[in-house]
Every structure is written in structure tokens, then in C-alpha cells.
């Protein structure tokens, strides 16, 4: 997969009438602690809260009617899996979703109430794997797997195509990273519009699997400890991950502590609702100041779903 801004305009095009076009954010006390200037892509005002209704629509529609019919399966803690369940809502298809037994409650309710049917299972990587591949072969539905899928990722590069748009100017794109399909995405996108610009990605330092991967040059799994960042807890995968080695400056990362600052703090003085996951980019703003004084920074918010019965943060 090569940077190909006309494929990337193409897909925005046609998933805009199955998603929102989210606004960009600013806040002048973040840029003067920076001394920088941040826009804030806010796709935690995203149809489900979160990009990956990007993905999940382009994949979906990017099927054939006949196969599209027999509906989309896949596993999710939680985003993905809403995102697979209102996309196929939105096409009048069915969905269904395996969830690990540690996903947040608030994003389970969320799936179901989009009509998704929900198999529990362990939270590994196999078992979520087995169980979504027997329902594909008993029910015929496709699998969209949440990261690791062309489709997926292609769409999820919408957002910085968005923000681009809007901000042709940018020197940096900062995205958080978990299972890859955000950050190869926004690679994709942002190195099409300007092959000079940088992307960096933030990651927790509890679940540091893909800056150990991109260290390496290969794939090392997920420990798929419990950070609070969630959605953060999946490993790379084999499309991804060489469009990440190729097109990212560097993966930065965070502690819990701050983590959780950085998500109290936008609550606090921005009044955005954001998940964890999305305030590990805006931690690694403060912990790697010097990475970004002086710079026009683009940073997407990737979500918002937040459970607010275990305010962890």
C-alpha cells in the first residue's frame, strides 16, 4: 500500500453520507504551555464516538451486494465493534461481534443497542480470532478485522485527510497507537498530501508493543496489559505495520499517570468528553514538549466512548 491521495479523496467521498465530517478544536492555554499551535480533530464526535466508523463504512461498502447481505462479523473491546454494528445498522445488514470478557461494559451495551449480536469470549487474540472466524463460516458474514484490513485502514486516513484539508499547513500529524489501522492510515493520508510532513504516534507505556515493533522492524504481540487507555491494547499487524515502519517519525510513550492528567485535564478545560485512549497523544504533547515548540501540530482525538460508572482516569 502506497500514499495515493486521489484513492484517498475517492473513499472520503463516498463514505461523507455515512459519517460526520467532526470539527477541528482549539485551545489557546494548550498552545501557549506548548508554545505551539494545536488543532484538535475531533472524531470523538464521531458518529459511535470514534474514527472507526471511517473504516468500518469503507470496508463495508467496498463489499459486494450479495456478500454485503450475508452481513459483517468481527471482535472488538469495544470502538470497532460499534463501529461494525452501526455501519451495518446504517446498510440495514446484520452484525456480529465478539467481544473479550474484560471490554468496557458502556461500549458492549453500545454494540447491542446498534443491533449487533454479541459472543463473549476470552480476552486473547486466539479466541477472539476462533470465535469470530466460526460465526463468518456458519452465517457467511465478512470479517472486518479492526486494524489489520486494506479497507480499514484506507478509511480511517479519512481524518487526516479532513484535517488536511482544512490545515494544509501542518508540520506534524500525532495519532495514538494500538492495533496500527489509525496510524497507517494517517500515514497513508498525510505523506500523499505532503510528502514532507511528519507523523508521530503516542502509545502507553504499559502495552509498548509497537514501539518495541518499530524498534525491531518486526511485529512483537501485545502483552495486552491493562492500561487505562483501552483501546490501545491490540498488537500491529502484517498490512500495517510496514506502512507505520516506513512513514513514521517515531512512536512516543506515556505513562499511565499521565495519561490519565491529560484526559482529566481536556474534560476539565476544554469540556471534550474523551476516552483515555485519546489522551495519550495529548500526553505525549506535554512529556515530548521539545519535539513540538514551534511546530503546527494536527492531532486527532480517536474517541470518546467512556464508561461513566468507572471513571478510571
Same mark, same amino acid.
Not at 472520503?12 to 459519517?19: E, F, G, H, T
Not at 481536556?266 to 515530548?288: C, D, F, N
Given at each position: 500500500?502506497?500514499?495515493?491521495?486521489?484513492?484517498?479523496?475517492?473513499?472520503?467521498?463516498?463514505?461523507?453520507?455515512?459519517?460526520?465530517?467532526?470539527?477541528?478544536?482549539?485551545?489557546?492555554?494548550?498552545?501557549?504551555?506548548?508554545?505551539?499551535?494545536?488543532?484538535?480533530?475531533?472524531?470523538?464526535?464521531?458518529?459511535?464516538?470514534?474514527?472507526?466508523?471511517? /473504516?468500518?463504512?469503507? #470496508? *463495508? @461498502?467496498? $463489499?459486494?451486494?450479495?456478500?454485503?447481505?450475508?452481513?459483517? &462479523?468481527?471482535?472488538?473491546? +469495544?470502538?470497532?465493534?460499534?463501529?461494525?454494528?452501526?455501519?451495518?445498522?446504517?446498510?440495514?445488514?446484520?452484525?456480529?461481534?465478539?467481544?473479550?470478557t474484560?471490554?468496557?461494559?458502556?461500549?458492549?451495551e453500545?454494540?447491542?443497542?446498534?443491533?449487533?449480536?454479541?459472543?463473549?469470549?476470552?480476552?486473547?487474540?486466539?479466541?477472539?480470532?476462533r470465535?469470530?472466524?466460526?460465526?463468518?463460516?456458519?452465517?457467511?458474514?465478512?470479517?472486518?478485522?479492526?486494524?489489520?484490513?486494506?479497507?480499514?485502514?484506507? /478509511?480511517?486516513?479519512? #481524518? *487526516? @485527510?479532513? $484535517?488536511?484539508?482544512?490545515?494544509p499547513?501542518?508540520?506534524? &500529524?500525532?495519532?495514538?497507537? +494500538?492495533?496500527?489501522?489509525?496510524?497507517?492510515?494517517?500515514?497513508?493520508?498525510?505523506?500523499?498530501?505532503?510528502?514532507?510532513?511528519?507523523?508521530y504516534?503516542?502509545?502507553?507505556?504499559?502495552?509498548s508493543?509497537?514501539?518495541?515493533?518499530?524498534e525491531?522492524?518486526?511485529i512483537i504481540?501485545?502483552?495486552?496489559?491493562?492500561?487505562?487507555?483501552?483501546?490501545?491494547?491490540?498488537?500491529?499487524?502484517?498490512?500495517?505495520?510496514?506502512?507505520?515502519?516506513?512513514?513514521?517519525?517515531?512512536?512516543?510513550?506515556?505513562?499511565?499517570?499521565?495519561?490519565?492528567?491529560?484526559?482529566?485535564?481536556?474534560?476539565?478545560?476544554?469540556?471534550? &468528553?474523551?476516552?483515555?485512549?485519546?489522551?495519550?497523544?495529548?500526553?505525549?504533547?506535554?512529556?515530548?514538549?521539545?519535539?513540538?515548540?514551534?511546530?503546527k501540530i494536527?492531532?486527532?482525538?480517536?474517541?470518546?466512548?467512556?464508561?461513566?460508572?468507572?471513571?478510571?482516569?
Amino acid at each position: 500500500m502506497k500514499p495515493d491521495l486521489q484513492k484517498h479523496t475517492d473513499i472520503l467521498n463516498r463514505i461523507s453520507p455515512y459519517i460526520h465530517r467532526t470539527p477541528v478544536l482549539t485551545s489557546s492555554t494548550l498552545n501557549e504551555a506548548l508554545g505551539a499551535e494545536v488543532l484538535l480533530k475531533s472524531e470523538h464526535l464521531q458518529k459511535m464516538g470514534a474514527f472507526k466508523m471511517r /473504516g468500518a463504512t469503507n #470496508a *463495508a @461498502l467496498n $463489499l459486494s451486494e450479495s456478500q454485503r447481505n450475508k452481513g459483517l &462479523v468481527t471482535h472488538s473491546s +469495544g470502538n470497532h465493534g460499534q463501529a461494525v454494528a452501526l455501519a451495518a445498522k446504517s446498510l440495514g445488514i446484520p452484525a456480529y461481534v465478539v467481544v473479550p470478557t474484560n471490554a468496557p461494559e458502556s461500549k458492549v451495551e453500545a454494540m447491542k443497542g446498534y443491533g449487533a449480536q454479541i459472543t463473549m469470549c476470552e480476552p486473547t487474540v486466539e479466541a477472539r480470532d476462533r470465535e469470530a472466524q466460526k460465526i463468518a463460516k456458519t452465517t457467511g458474514a465478512h470479517f472486518i478485522h479492526p486494524s489489520n484490513d486494506s479497507d480499514v485502514i484506507w /478509511g480511517q486516513g479519512t #481524518a *487526516a @485527510l479532513e $484535517l488536511l484539508q482544512d490545515y494544509p499547513d501542518l508540520d506534524i &500529524v500525532l495519532v495514538a497507537v +494500538g492495533g496500527g489501522g489509525l496510524l497507517a492510515g494517517t500515514c497513508l493520508a498525510a505523506t500523499a498530501f505532503n510528502p514532507n510532513i511528519q507523523v508521530y504516534a503516542a502509545e502507553p507505556e504499559l502495552v509498548s508493543d509497537a514501539k518495541e515493533s518499530f524498534e525491531a522492524g518486526k511485529i512483537i504481540p501485545s502483552t495486552g496489559a491493562m492500561t487505562v487507555a483501552d483501546g490501545l491494547r491490540t498488537s500491529l499487524g502484517t498490512i500495517n505495520f510496514p506502512i507505520i515502519s516506513e512513514h513514521t517519525s517515531d512512536i512516543l510513550l506515556v505513562s499511565e499517570e499521565e495519561i490519565k492528567d491529560a484526559t482529566r485535564w481536556t474534560w476539565e478545560r476544554m469540556k471534550q &468528553v474523551i476516552e483515555p485512549s485519546a489522551g495519550v497523544p495529548i500526553a505525549a504533547l506535554h512529556r515530548y514538549k521539545h519535539l513540538f515548540e514551534g511546530k503546527k501540530i494536527g492531532l486527532i482525538l480517536c474517541g470518546g466512548n467512556v464508561d461513566l460508572r468507572e471513571l478510571t482516569f
